[in-house]
């Protein structure tokens, strides 16, 4: 079956600019997840989505961020006034529900904040 | 907070030869999970090996392997016979329950022909 999709695959903006970054899980899988990888700080988890249960926003780095998934399906990642530091790619990652499960990843979004 | 720690920002190793990679973790819980994730330059996350930390048996896939010790909080990935695909960025990665992964920093591993 289909894998994590994400779109678009790359994207640059202007600083302040927003942006919305897309996740497409695989079907079925009832946990999202995002994380960003950036040069300077590695991989770091944003945000966890469970079902229908409140999102683990916890590691969300700023109230610039923002993140929704509708339906229990596909998710919205928004950064509002994109600064050069949000430089990164963002990663989606999905999984079944269960401790056991494996997070499937997709290929990223390449943000570039000029 | 859990922690996870790879010290070897790069390894290179000829073709066919063995490699290890090395991974220690930090954490006060009893129960988790452990994950070896290999990123090509495709930035795809591959899931290599996970071990499942109330397992003693160390985790075989084909030529991967790890080397648990719980104790220590040591998570090393033994790769056997190392292939030119093998050639890319390994994370190691730690996860309590359904929860989020916590990474380490990477290790670039090249394979020389």
């Known amino acids: 079956g289909a894998g994590v999709s994400q779109s678009p695959s790359n994207k640059v903006t202007e600083k302040g600019k927003d942006v919305e970054l897309r996740c497409d899980p695989i079907s079925g899988h009832t946990a999202l997840y995002w994380y960003r990888q950036s040069l300077g700080q590695g991989l770091e988890f944003l945000i966890y989505?469970?079902?229908?249960?409140?999102?683990?926003k916890s590691g969300l780095p700023s109230d610039r961020f923002s993140a929704e998934r509708t339906g229990g399906s596909v998710s919205t990642l928004t950064i509002q006034r994109t600064q050069q530091e949000d430089s990164a790619v963002y990663l989606c990652?999905?999984?079944?529900?269960?401790?056991?499960?494996?997070?499937?990843f997709g290929p990223g979004t390449r943000l570039l904040v000029l | 907070a859990q922690t996870v720690t790879q010290s070897q920002p790069e390894m290179s190793v000829q073709e066919a030869e063995t490699v290890t990679l090395s991974c220690t973790y930090d954490?006060?819980?009893?129960?988790?999970?452990l994950f070896w994730y290999k990123q090509p330059p495709s930035r795809q996350m591959i899931l290599v090996i996970r071990?499942?930390?109330?397992?003693?048996q160390n985790a075989t896939e084909n030529r991967f392997s790890v080397n648990f010790q719980k104790a220590a909080k040591s998570f090393s990935l033994k790769i056997s016979d190392s292939q030119l695909g093998d050639a890319a960025m390994y994370f190691c990665?730690?996860?309590?329950?359904?929860?989020?992964?916590?990474f380490g920093q990477g290790t670039r591993l090249t394979i020389n022909p």
């Open positions: 990652a999905s999984s079944t529900t269960g401790v056991m499960e494996t997070q499937y």
């Open positions: 990665a730690y996860r309590k329950g359904a929860q989020k992964l916590v």
């Open positions: 071990q499942e930390a109330y397992k003693q």
């Open positions: 989505f469970q079902g229908n249960s409140a999102p683990d």
């Open positions: 954490t006060s819980e009893s129960d988790y999970y």
